[in-house]
T-cell receptor
Framework: DSGVTQTPKHLITATGQRVTLRCSPRSGDLSVYWYQQSLDQGLQFLIQYYNGEERAKGNILERFSAQQFPDLHSELNLSSLELGDSALYFC??????????????FGPGTRLLVL | GQNIDQPTEMTATEGAIVQINCTYQTSGFNGLFWYQQHAGEAPTFLSYNVLDGLEEKGRFSSFLSRSKGYSYLLLKELQMKDSASYLCAVRPVGTDKLIFGTGTRLQVFP
C-alpha cells in the first residue's frame, strides 16, 4: 500500500458524459501527478499540482482539467468523454521540494470504461 | 524530447537471472527510475539512479551509464511473483514529471 488513495476504483459511463476522479496523496506529500495508461500507449503524464498550484502540463486534452484543494487532495475532471478515453488513470504523489530528489508513489488507479 | 526504448516481452525461468535493458535519448534528465507493475495494478517503485553505476537492493539491481544513454534492471533468483511489467522512466531536467517507456512484460516459468 503506497498511501495514495483513489476513488472510484471502477467507472463505467457513456460517450459525451463527464466524470470526476479523486485522489488523496500520501500524508505530507505536496505534489500530485495524474497519469493515463491505455493499452497501446503506456503511462502518459497528464498534469502536476504542487501545493495547490499547477506546476506542469503534459499531453492533457482540453476536455480534461484538474485541481488541487487546500487539503491537498486532487480531482481530475474528464468531460465530453469519447471511447478513446477508456483507460486506467493513476494519481501519484511525492514530497518533492525544490532541489530535492523524490520518488513518486502511485495510487491503485481508476479504471474508466466509456461505452 | 525524450525517447525511451525497452524490449516488449521477455521470458525467464524460476531461479534464473534476467536483465531488462532500457535505452533513452534525452536532452537531459535528473534521475532514472524503474517501476514494477502487475497487470491492472499500480506501478510500484523499485530503484532510482542519478549517477553512473550500480545500485543494489536485495534481488534487484539497477545500472546507469549516462554517457551511453543506457540502463538495465537485473533481477536475481527469479520467483513466479516477479512476472510483471517493468517500466523504465526518466525525469527531465527542470521538471518533476516522469516520462515512461512502454514497459517490458516479463513472464517467469517454473
Amino acid at each position: 500500500d503506497s498511501g495514495v488513495t483513489q476513488t472510484p476504483k471502477h467507472l463505467i459511463t457513456a460517450t459525451g458524459q463527464r466524470v470526476t476522479l479523486r485522489c488523496s496523496p500520501r500524508s505530507g506529500d505536496l505534489s500530485v501527478y495524474w497519469y493515463q495508461q491505455s493499452l497501446d500507449q503506456g503511462l502518459q503524464f497528464l498534469i502536476q499540482y504542487y501545493n495547490g498550484e499547477e506546476r506542469a502540463k503534459g499531453n492533457i486534452l482540453e476536455r480534461f482539467s484538474a485541481q488541487q484543494f487546500p487539503d491537498l487532495h486532487s480531482e481530475l475532471n474528464l468531460s465530453s468523454l469519447e471511447l478513446g478515453d477508456s483507460a486506467l488513470y493513476f494519481c501519484a504523489s511525492s514530497s518533492r521540494e525544490e532541489g530535492t530528489q523524490e520518488t513518486q508513489y502511485f495510487g491503485p488507479g481508476t479504471r474508466l470504461l466509456v461505452l | 524530447g525524450q525517447n525511451i526504448d525497452q524490449p516488449t516481452e521477455m521470458t525467464a525461468t524460476e531461479g534464473a537471472i534476467v536483465q531488462i535493458n532500457c535505452t533513452y535519448q534525452t536532452s537531459g534528465f535528473n534521475g532514472l527510475f524503474w517501476y514494477q507493475q502487475h497487470a491492472g495494478e499500480a506501478p510500484t517503485f523499485l530503484s532510482y539512479n542519478v549517477l553512473d553505476g550500480l545500485e543494489e537492493k536485495g534481488r534487484f539491481s539497477s545500472f546507469l551509464s549516462r554517457s551511453k544513454g543506457y540502463s538495465y534492471l537485473l533481477l536475481k533468483e527469479l520467483q513466479m511473483k516477479d512476472s510483471a511489467s517493468y517500466l523504465c522512466a526518466v525525469r527531465p531536467v527542470g521538471t518533476d514529471k516522469l516520462i515512461f517507456g512502454t514497459g517490458t512484460r516479463l513472464q517467469v516459468f517454473p
